[in-house]
């Protein structure tokens, strides 16, 4: 990865993006630190869904907008120069893009904060060509640390903030492929002995 300081403050964030959306908010709190934000929004290549019929086929991405789709975020990666790409999920993201982004300098980030990773649009052998990946949910550790391997795992109580989640990152830690994050104000509660 290069060291250019302009390259280091620069992040690319793919996913959905209507103003409640998890995406939204960690954009949202990267840009609070200074980071220059450029979004690739999967629902740009979903096509407007105005009907309930149209919402629902909007779920269901073509072929076509799926390649379109990680086109753009290959394009976005080599015209922005970030130091990191993240996606929250990586829904519709290729192995192919993921190994593009990396051959790119970028550091490839996947933020998981759902329960399963069953779904339709996630493909779990493309976890193995994330640098990093956090997840929101402990019973997840074990398994995306057999899953991605290599390097110690990193059992974090942080706030539920981008400045906190991704400080760790811009800090260098290159041993942790796989943090748990979780709400520091539970481990407070728990602490005091409010929560058990």
């Not at 960690?26 to 929004?41: I, K, M, N, T």
């Not at 629902?43 to 753009?72: M, W």
């Not at 550091?107 to 779990?124: G, H, I, T």
């Not at 995306?144 to 059992?155: D, Q, S």
Request: hydrophobic share 40%.
């Amino acid at each position: 990865m290069k060291s250019d300081p302009v390259r280091h403050n620069r992040i690319v964030i793919a996913g959905k993006f209507p103003s409640y959306s998890t995406a939204s908010g960690v954009a949202a709190g990267f840009r609070q630190l200074g980071w220059d934000v450029s979004e690739v929004d999967l629902e740009r290549f979903a096509g407007e869904a105005t009907s309930t019929f149209q919402k629902i086929k909007s779920r269901i991405l073509s072929r076509r907008s799926v390649a379109e789709y990680n086109r753009e975020i290959v394009r976005r990666v080599e015209e922005f120069g970030p130091a990191m790409f993240l996606t929250v999920k990586g829904s519709y993201i290729s192995a192919r893009t993921l190994q593009k982004i990396r051959s790119l300098g970028a550091l490839a980030v996947n933020y998981y904060p759902d329960f399963r990773f069953s779904y339709k649009d996630v493909d779990e052998s493309t976890f193995d060509y994330y640098d990093r990946f956090f997840t929101t949910k402990s019973f997840q550790v074990d398994y995306l640390a057999k899953r991605i391997g290599g390097g110690m795992l990193n059992f974090s109580i942080m706030d539920m903030s981008a400045k906190s989640i991704f400080l760790p990152l811009m800090q260098n830690i290159s041993n942790t492929n796989v943090t748990f994050v979780t709400s520091a104000i539970i481990h407070r509660a728990k602490k005091s002995g409010c929560v058990r």
